[in-house]
């Protein structure tokens, strides 16, 4: 079987190493020169934990071919997988041009029986459109099948997710074509869920939503916890120990990020009201993520009255660790409302400063490890929950800075060792710790 992956990105890259290393003879395309460069010379464009080492593993066994020639992918291709960008438009809904410029692309190449196979986040209706376009403009005599099935890969762990996920869902209409693609799959031995191609739709974004659900749910409480004494670890272990809600996704903090579920979030919104459905939980879901990621600022101008002037040690630029991605991370916003406080910013990240710079430039200073960015601080603000960062001894605080003021929005380090030190230490839904109070006599805002 000839498979060839339109797209480049996470989802594309990922997948196509994985099926070429499960023994597939796979083909990844993207319009991207520069990209498609490195990749034939064995190099990952992103960061992704275990990516580039499949990547060259593949391309070195001849499993895996990267080109910029659609003639060269499409024609002689069986399986085709979709697995380009869909980004979101102003209005929160997706933007499919990539989608709509890929099928047309496809349908003008292809020359023989074809499975189209979409893994790209799309909304629902959007494979009954794909396959449209196909079937207008492709001959008669071809056969063309689309299938739905979304990816549910994480970064910083997508390689992993890809051999070891919880399902893996097919979405066709036609039983053969479902047939062909689970037996594509079976080498990774994953549960494989045959449903219709529109439920397969609302799988991949009902997933996301659930999850950023959860999330705000335990932000709330969290909130709720720094106003009645309460200390959201202590509750979130407590619940998760019921199965029925599991342990998974009850980490408070500032918020969610990332390409997906601030995106998908959205774009549920926007489908339900297309539906003349108004998804009222998920817009409180969207607007609670919102307002945690003002938290750092708001609990900095507590303790320090004025930003103005004041240097601020960002700690994590990167929506979540292991990741060099910074889109719709909490950092940009909480540096873009610091710098609008007039306070100073020097930012520190292990891989994310590259990507960081080409949206906040110079506006602020990167600093290439953890005590330069500390050096002088008058507070710190801990906004990814990296190793390094979770690592760090904690006296570091008290040597570099003015002040030894550390506000934590991902709860990196256990109340009981930050009282040992002499700092100052704001975290979400825990005590608060203030280095001049005796180290047993913890304030609780708002008691
Ligand atoms: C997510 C989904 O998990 C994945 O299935 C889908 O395919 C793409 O979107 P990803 O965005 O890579 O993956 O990261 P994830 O690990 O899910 O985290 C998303 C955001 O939620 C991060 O900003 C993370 O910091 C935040 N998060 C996650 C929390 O704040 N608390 C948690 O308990 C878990």
Known sequence: ???????????????????????HNVTCIDIEKDKIDMLQ????????????????KNLLNGQLQFTMNPEQAYSGADIIFIAVGTPEQQDGSVDLKYIHVV???????????????????????????????????????????????????????????????????????????????????????IPIMKTDIRSAEMIKYASNAFLAAKISFINEIANLCEKVGANIEEVAFGIGQDKRIGHDFLKAGIGYGGSCFPKDTKALVQLAGNAKHQFELLEAVIKVNNRQQTLPVIKA?????????????VLGLAFKPDTDDVREAA?????????????????????????AKKVLGDSVEYAYNIHYALYEADIA????????????????????MKEPIVIDGRNCYSLEEIQKYPITYLSIGRPDVYRDKPKDELRIINL
């Open 381 to 400: 603000m801990i906004l990814t929950e990296w190793e390094q960062i979770k690592h760090v001894r904690l006296n570091m605080f008290q040597t570099y």
């Open 41 to 56: 010379n064995g190099r990952s464009p992103i960061y992704e934990p275990g990516l580039e080492s499949l990547i060259e």
């Open 301 to 313: 101008k507590e303790i320090l009255g004025s930003l103005k002037n004041k240097k601020v040690a």
């Open 1 to 23: 079987m000839k498979i060839t992956v339109a797209g480049a990105g996470y989802v594309g890259l990922v997948t196509s190493a994985g099926l070429a290393d499960i023994g």
């Open 103 to 189: 099928s047309h692309t496809i349908a003008h190449y292809i020359n023989k029986d074809v499975i189209v196979c979409t893994k790209s986040t799309v909304p629902v209706g959007t494979n009954e459109l794909i396959k449209q376009i196909i079937h207008s403009r492709k001959s008669s005599a071809i056969k063309a099948e689309v299938v739905s099935s979304p990816e549910f890969l994480r970064e910083g762990s997508a390689v992993l997710d890809f051999f070891q996920g919880d399902r893996i869902v097919i979405g066709a209409d036609d039983p053969d074509a479902a047939s062909i693609m689970e037996q594509i799959y079976l080498p990774l031995k």
């Open 331 to 355: 950092s940009l916003k909480i540096i873009k409302e610091l710098l609008e406080e007039g306070a100073n910013v020097r930012a520190y990240d292990p891989i994310a400063i590259p990507n």
